[in-house]
């Protein structure tokens, strides 16, 4: 094995022979070396304005995976989404921050608004629960855009659930209708919590410039009990606002915060392409 990887290593800049030299330092087991190789490869077709191969971040993450190295493997699968959006990537990322010690259920709801922005919601039960999650947090718009969007899709309205998912849609259709005129009548709140959560509410009805300058005045005012939650809503707002400038800003606040917002936060600036 010594004697062939003299011979691969000789081809020097040989795209073709350090790609072959990287896997056999894989499959001898060197994830180390391999890893260290392939990250020379990548960084040389960046310099030539390039991108990764694919098959090289693959390898990468495999080489990491294998050598318990998570945060390099991490990194090498947020690259995978940043340069080749697959769902599978998407899934697995994911599934791998939700799985993750200490991430607080409170985030379902968003992992949810994740899913739908990258087309990952495909199964009657997850357009169910997501309209469950919104109406039970107060955002019956949302909930109703869902709910009716599985209906459209054929997900919804049959087999054994069918007459759970219609009382579900009455109930989504019903509530948008009454909490859009009660927040357009009721006086704004002096608490910032609750301010925060009519802004994005109003968000979810559509009227997002309005809502995002209602959460940004409640972020100001300060005393927020989730003052993390509250600045990933809003760069979540920004994001459906198309202001990617100001969305990174939020985000990248909260990159090092606990229970899972910094991953979500990460998720999101992945999913609208900020850097």
Not at 241 to 255: H, I, R, S, V
Request: net charge positive.
């Amino acid at each position: 094995m010594a004697g062939f990887k003299s011979i691969l290593k000789s081809g020097g800049t040989n795209p073709q022979m350090r790609t072959l030299f990287a896997q056999s330092l894989y499959l001898s087991g060197d994830y180390a070396a391999a890893s260290k190789e392939i990250t020379a490869i990548n960084a040389d077709a960046e310099r030539a304005g390039g991108v990764p191969a694919e098959n090289m971040l693959q390898l990468q993450a495999s080489c990491q995976n294998k050598a318990k190295d998570y945060a390099g493997y991490i990194a090498t699968q947020e690259r995978l989404i940043k340069h080749y959006p697959k769902m599978e990537y998407w899934a697995e990322m994911v599934s791998r921050v939700q799985s993750k010690p200490g991430f607080s259920d409170r985030l379902l709801l968003d992992i949810y608004r994740l899913r739908y922005a990258i087309g990952s919601l495909v199964e009657a039960n997850a357009y169910q629960e997501y309209a469950q999650l919104a109406l039970q947090d107060g955002f019956p718009a949302e909930a109703k855009k869902i709910v009716n969007e599985g209906f459209d899709k054929k997900l919804l309205g049959a087999g054994a659930n069918a007459s759970r998912h219609n009382r579900l849609r009455d109930l989504a259709n019903r509530q948008a209708g009454e909490d859009l005129t009660a927040l357009n009548k009721k006086a704004r709140a002096s608490d910032a919590n609750t301010q925060v959560n009519d802004g994005y509410d109003f968000v979810t009805h559509g009227e997002v410039e309005k809502g995002i300058n209602i959460m940004e005045k409640a972020i100001a005012k300060g005393g927020l009990k989730r003052p993390e939650d509250a600045n990933l809503h809003l760069g979540m707002a920004y994001l459906q606002a198309g202001n990617k400038a100001k969305a990174a800003q939020a985000l990248k606040t909260l990159l090092n915060s606990a229970n899972g917002v910094g991953d979500v936060a990460k998720l999101w600036m992945l999913q609208g392409g900020l850097e």
